[in-house]
C-alpha cells in the first residue's frame, strides 16, 4: 500500500502564509492525480486544488489567485503554498494521491491514498 505523511499546517495571522506537503511512501510505479481538500466544522470536505501528471491545475474558486500546487515526482511529493490567508480558510488539510504501486513483486494496483489531516488556523 501506499502511505501518505503531511506537514506545514499551523497557526497564522490574517495576510499570512503557510506552505503545506504531503509526502507518498510505498511500491509505488506512478502517480497520476494529486489534490489538497480541507474540511471545516460542521462543512463537508471540499477540493481546495489539484494537479495531474502532466502538470495541469484545478483550483476551487475561493482560492484562485492566493493558493498554488505543485509536484515533485522524483519525491512523489505535492506541495500547497497558501498566500494572503483568510480566516475563512481554516480547516483541516487533506491531500489525496493516486495512481498504482507494486504489490506482490510485479502485479501492478491501483491506489488512492489520503494523508492525516493537517490544521491550518488563519485568526483575524
Known amino acids: 500500500q501506499v502511505q501518505l505523511v503531511e506537514s506545514g499546517g499551523g497557526l497564522v495571522q490574517r495576510g499570512g502564509s503557510l506552505r503545506l506537503s504531503c509526502a507518498a511512501s510505498g511500491s509505488i510505479f506512478s502517480i497520476n492525480a494529486m489534490g489538497w481538500y480541507r474540511q471545516a466544522p460542521g462543512k463537508q470536505r471540499e477540493l481546495v486544488a489539484a494537479i495531474t501528471n502532466g502538470g495541469s491545475t484545478n483550483y476551487a474558486d475561493s482560492v484562485k489567485g492566493r493558493f498554488t500546487i505543485s509536484r515533485d515526482n522524483a519525491k512523489h511529493t505535492v506541495y500547497l503554498q497558501m498566500n494572503n490567508l483568510k480566516p475563512e480558510d481554516t480547516a483541516v488539510y487533506y491531500c489525496?494521491?493516486?495512481?498504482?504501486?507494486?504489490?506482490?513483486?510485479?502485479?501492478?494496483?491501483?491506489?488512492?491514498?489520503w494523508g492525516q489531516g493537517t490544521q491550518v488556523t488563519v485568526s483575524s
Open positions: 489525496n494521491q493516486e495512481g498504482t504501486y507494486v504489490s506482490g513483486g510485479s502485479v501492478r494496483r491501483t491506489f488512492s491514498s
